[in-house]
Structure formats: C-alpha cells, structure tokens
C-alpha cells in the first residue's frame, strides 16, 4: 500500500505547492519586484540601440546596409513597417497576452512553476517577449531560476521605461536568426531577398520561428529543421484563430529558402561617400533613385563586357532644376576586381577628348564672335609655328556654319574659336563655373585645350553641361537629403542663355547612333588621345545624364571612340529615365536665322578676332625660371611688379590659372601669399596668352 501510494502523495504535495503559489502570487511578487528592481542597476541601452549604418534612396528605400562595429547585421525597423501577419503570428506563438500584461505573464508563470515542481526540473520557460528582449540586452549562460527571476524584474523595468511598442521595436531589432544575423529586418533581407513590410503567411511564420534556435534552424544550413519549426508556427496560429487552416495548409507547401542572399549593394561608391563624410550618423537620405540605380547599373556591366576585359563604365544623371544627383553608377561592378570596380570613375580625373567643345562655342556665341549660322572654314590650317590640328576622320569638310561644325565635331573650327576666344580665358571660365580643371604640368593654357588636353571628372563635366539646360547657370551637385542645401548661394555661369540655348539647340541636330531618334537629345562625344576615355553627356531640360568608358589605369584601348561605344550607351541611360526628352526652352531674345539673314558681321567668323594683334603678347618681366627674392620666408612677402610687351589692351593676369588683377596698362603687381614656384600668365582682349614660371623666396 505505501508503494501505491507515493505517486499519490507527488501529485497531492504539487497540488498543494501549486494552490499555495497561486494564492499569494500576486502579494509576493509584488513585494519581491519591488525589491528587486530597487537592487538592480539601471538597464543599459546603449549596445542594444546600436544598429547597422543604412543608406536609403530619396524615397526611403535601401540602397546599402553595413554592418556594425562588430560584425552583425543589425538594421533599423519600426513595428508600423512590418507585415502585420507577422506580429499577430509573433504574439500568437511567443506571447499570446502581450498586450495586457506587466512584462512577464502571471498565468504562464504559474503554469511553469507547477511543471518544475512536478518534473524536478524546468519543462518551459514561459517567456514574454519582454523577458527575450531583457535576455537579449543582458544574455546569461545558465538556465535557472535565479535567471529566470531576473530576467520578470528586467523585463518590468523595461516596459515601465519604453512601453510595448518600444519593446517589440527592440524585439524586431535583436532577435537572433543565426550567425551575423540579427533582427527581422536582416533576416528578410538575408533569407528572403526583400523587405519585411509585405510577407507571404509562410514566410512570416518562417521568421517567427528562427529566433527559437537560430543556429540549429538556420535554413541555409539545416532547411528540413527550418520547414518543421515554420509548419509548427502555422499550426498553432491556426489553432489560436489567427490564420485561416486553409491557408496554414497551403502555405506549408511553399519551399524554404536553402541560401543567404546578398544584402542590397546599389550605389556603392555614394554609399561609401556618404558614410565616410559622416561616420556617426545612422541613416543616411541621398538623393538617388533606387530603381532607377537598378536598371543602370546592369547596364553599364553588360556594355563594359561587350567592350572587352579590363574595361569600365561610369553613368551620372543629374537633375537639372535642383542639381540633385539621382543616379551614381561609379564603375561596372564594385566587386568586380578585374575592372578595378572599387575605383569611383565619377569622381576620377580623365581627358574629355572634344567634350568641351560646346563651351567654346559657347564663349565665343557669347562675345559676339560667332552665331550657330556663322560660317567657318574646316581646312588644313596652322596655328603658331607648328600646331595643325586634323578631323578625327582625317578629312575636312570646307565651309560649314557653326552649327554643322559643331554637331560634327570637328577639330579646325574648334582651335580656331578657341584661339578668338582665348585659352586661358576659357580655362578661367571653367574654372569659375567650379570645375576642377587640371592641366598638364608646368604647362600654360593652349590651344589644344580644345580638343581635350586636360582633365576633368565626370561629375564636374556633367555639372557644366547641367549649366547649359539651364540657361548657363551651373547647379552645386546635390547627394544628400539630409544635408540642408546652402541657402541664398548665386550659382556661377558657365555661359550667358542665349549663347546656352545656342549649343543646346545645336547639339539637338547631332546625329544619333544606329536605331536612334535624331533631334530628341542634346548631346556630346569625346574621345581623348591614345583611344583612353570614351565620354558622351547628353541633356534635355530636365536631366543630364553623362556616361564614360575606359580603363581605370588609364590604358588605351583600340577602337574606344566616344561615339561609337560611349553614345549608344548614354542613349540607352536617357531611355531607361521613363520619359520623353523635352527641348530647352528658347530665350525670348535668341536670333534665329539662316546665315544670310544674319548681320554682315556674323555670317563669317571675325578672323581679325582669331588672329590676334601683330605686336605678339609676351611677359617682360618676372622672366621665364627666375628666382625672385621678395622676402617671402621672413613674413609677409613683397609685391612683385608684372609687366608685359605688345597685346591688346586690357590685359588680365593670372596665377596658377586663376585670374588675379586686370589692368589697362602693361603694367601690374601682384601680392604673393607665401614661397614657392607659381606659373604666371597673361591673358590680352583678342585672346593671346604669355606665360613663364617664377620661384618666389
């Protein structure tokens, strides 16, 4: 009788343990919470706050997540962007009374405490998702009471200080779904390919599930373990009325994903950019387009692949009115090592080849020099003693207006513009307008600086053209949203509007690539020497979009011509912007004409302008290579005296190309700022130019 009695007497004492615990629980455990909480220290946030640094697109979207200082995946989510399917599975499985109790679940309590007793050991833990997040903050090895009493008094203090929403909100952040990952949001990303704001019923469950053993789930690695714990979710939220059974059936036949997926990597080269300017900021806004960065960046891999290996592709699309950029592709593929991907050839200095043609003609449309209807001699010409510039064809075309010269790009009346309009004033003006021109060293502005020979960066080169949709005025790029834009700032002029519309108008008529529609887009080819850089930037009045291809180690590449491999590509990018090109607006008091209807003055180009003064311009004094003593390393140096010979009056002086003094006499000074070897340059009104380098002691 003893022996049939024992299991008897278990179940009487557990009883009895059990209606004690029930009946004082409510006084207990508010005393001991109270003494609790007033023992601990205060909860520490901090680590737990940290996240993973994103970069979002101008509507919110993520281009590119990093990981946090330690290595995990951690990003931002708020409660309102999740699938609404998911939270109510969430509550339903790990806590089906979170809405209405303190931080830890009374009845769930009771429930555990009577399995211990009976059991001898812990069968549940009966954890809110309060206590996890208290886990979660402060992670304990050992499974024990003490632990679990800790984590109630934790998991109070919590919801007194960030209430439930800022508990699930750490919940999304910090559940752990294996290796790296942590928090929904990266487990969406990483498992499912998307984010967590829409979710099929078995993806949610998948999602409610892993956190349970992230490692021992992980569906990467153990999918069979994945799909069990996913169909045990959906039957208990079918069980609990939270789904449909139905649908709890059907969603068991979906496959689990087998693989991580990449996180997203758009805009590569902006994101960088954007975290390095500011390391501690969280989130970054630009102003890019996600999907419009989605659909140029294949496009710029597949033309760079077509072309050959080593070779690379740059596209920037900059919105005209607001200097916005919304589209950065810097190379054609960031991890792809063979075409040094990492190199950011938006930003990298290269020779535009005739690029800048349109700004000569510009300047010169603008000093009254020349109209697009001027007629210009293409013939075997020679400037200076041995400078003869030839067509890229190694043709000439005879007499053709301004426009037709320009549209063809031809070489001949491009020098000879810029031998009217000057090339140190040309330099100057660029410069002005905020491009960082580079010149070869030790050398003074030539004439072949129309042809490109100098260097320029993409983003600087799609900034000028900008300037030109806009009637000349040159837009600050803009790659920040959350960077207020610098109010009451004049932008600089690259040229006056009606010389602008001028070019524009022009470089409507260039003829387009195979399968094109001619007079719909306003653009330009370069191709610089050696066959290094191909370029084409094109414009309506909305959007310049400028494209480059080429070696990032400068290499030449045989058969890289701007117009033959840069164009289409450029025409493809304005195709994929999703709208039709629209044509700059006309200045009111623009002069559209035939060549004979022009003023006598403007139906041939001033050749007395181009030709410059018989009295040849030249520096006197400082001399070519002297060594000045001024002074300079005792304290503020001297003022050296400049003179010149011949030229025509006024003359501008410049000083490592930019312009310092001008003056109607042959003579000036200039205040140096310090020692060291600077170029000196004259600039006289017919455009001529001197120049001589000077060390300054």
């Known amino acids: 009788m003893g022996a049939g009695t024992r299991p008897m007497s278990r179940r009487r004492k557990a009883a009895l343990a059990l209606a004690g615990l029930a009946g004082g629980s409510v006084v207990a455990t508010a005393i001991w919470l109270g003494s609790v909480l007033a023992q601990l220290p205060p909860i520490d946030l901090v680590a737990a706050e940290a996240r993973s640094a994103v970069v979002l697109d101008r509507a919110g979207a993520l281009l590119r997540p990093f990981a946090t200082a330690d290595g995990r995946w951690r990003l931002p ?49 009966a954890s809110t998702l309060s206590m996890q997040v208290a886990r979660l903050i402060e992670p304990r090895g050992e499974r024990s009471l003490n632990a679990k009493l800790r984590q109630v008094a934790r998991a109070v203090a919590l919801e007194r200080r960030l209430g439930k929403d800022g508990i699930l909100r750490l919940y999304l952040a910090l559940a752990p779904y294996g290796g790296p990952v942590e928090g929904l949001r990266a487990a969406s990303l990483a498992y499912l390919g998307r984010e967590p704001t829409r979710l099929t019923l078995a993806e949610a469950a998948l999602l409610v599930a892993l956190p349970q053993a992230p490692e021992a789930r992980r569906p990467d690695r153990f ?37 991580r997926k990449p996180f997203p990597m758009l805009a590569p080269h902006a994101a960088e950019a954007a975290l390095a300017q500011e390391p501690g900021r969280r989130v970054h806004r630009l102003t890019l ?34 200097g916005e950029v919304r589209a950065q592709v810097g190379s054609a593929g960031y991890l792809d090592m063979a075409r040094a991907g990492a190199i950011d050839m938006t930003a990298a200095i290269r020779s535009p080849g005739s690029a800048l043609k349109p700004f000569v003609y510009a300047m010169a449309f603008e000093a009254g020099l020349a109209h697009p209807e001027t007629l210009i001699e293409d013939r075997p010409s020679r400037f200076g003693a041995s400078y003869a510039p030839e067509n890229f064809d190694l043709t000439f075309q005879g007499t053709v207006t301004a426009r037709r010269a320009l549209q063809l790009s031809l070489n001949v009346p491009a020098v000879e513009l810029m031998e009217a309009v000057g090339p140190a004033r040309f330099i100057a003006r660029l410069r002005a307008a905020g491009a960082g021109i580079v010149l070869p060293r030790d050398a003074a502005p030539g004439l072949p600086v129309a042809l490109g020979g100098l260097g320029i960066t993409l983003s600087d080169l799609a900034r000028l053209y900008a300037g030109l949709a806009r009637g000349g005025s040159v837009p600050a790029l803009r790659r920040r949203l959350d960077v207020p834009a610098e109010p009451g700032t004049v932008p600089p002029r690259i040229a006056e509007p009606v010389a602008a519309w001028y070019v524009a108008d022009s470089l409507r008529g260039t003829p387009p690539p195979e399968s094109a529609l001619p007079n719909r887009l306003a653009y330009k080819t370069g ?31 045989p058969g890289l011509v701007g117009r033959v491999a840069a164009a289409p590509l450029l025409f493809d990018a304005v195709a994929r912007l999703g709208a ?24 041939h180009l001033r050749r007395d302008a181009a030709a410059g003064p018989a009295d040849r311009l030249r520096i006197a004094y400082p001399p ?31 000083v490592g190309g930019l312009p310092v003094t001008e003056s109607d006499r042959r003579q000036a000074e200039w205040q140096p700022d310090g020692a060291g070897f600077v170029r000196i340059s004259v600039l006289d009104a017919a455009g001529a130019s001197d120049s001589v380098m000077v060390r300054i002691e």
Request: glycine content about 8%; overall charge neutral; proline content about 10%.
């Open 527 to 557: 191709t610089s020497y050696g066959y290094r850089d191909a370029w084409a930037v094109g414009f309506d009045r909305r959007h310049t979009v400028a494209v480059w291809l080429g070696r990032p180690d400068g290499a030449g590449v």
């Open 223 to 259: 999918p069979q373990a994945a799909r069990r714990a996913r169909d045990r979710v959906l039957d208990i939220a079918a069980a609990r009325g939270v789904v449909p059974a139905e649908e709890a059936v059907a969603a068991k036949a979906e496959p689990v994903p087998m693989a």
């Open 289 to 322: 387009d996600a999907r419009l960065q989605a659909r140029l960046e294949p496009l710029a891999a597949e033309r760079a692949a077509a072309l050959g290996p080593g070779l690379s592709a740059a596209i920037l699309v900059v919105d005209n009115a607001t």
């Open 580 to 603: 039709e090109p629209e044509p700059v607006p006309r200045p009111p008091d623009a002069l559209v004409a035939t060549t004979s209807a022009l003023p006598p003055p403007l139906r």
């Open 624 to 654: 070519d290579g002297a060594r000045i003593d001024l002074g300079a390393h005792e304290g503020a140096p001297a003022g050296l005296a400049l003179k010149a010979l011949g030229g025509t009056l006024p003359l501008t002086w410049l």
């Open 77 to 125: 989510l708020e409660p309102a962007a999740t699938d609404p399917r998911f939270l109510a599975m969430l509550t339903a499985y790990e806590d089906r009374r979170f809405r209405a109790h303190p931080g830890f679940d009374p009845a769930a309590l009771l429930r555990a405490a009577g399995q211990w007793l009976v059991a001898g050991r812990i069968v549940s833990g």
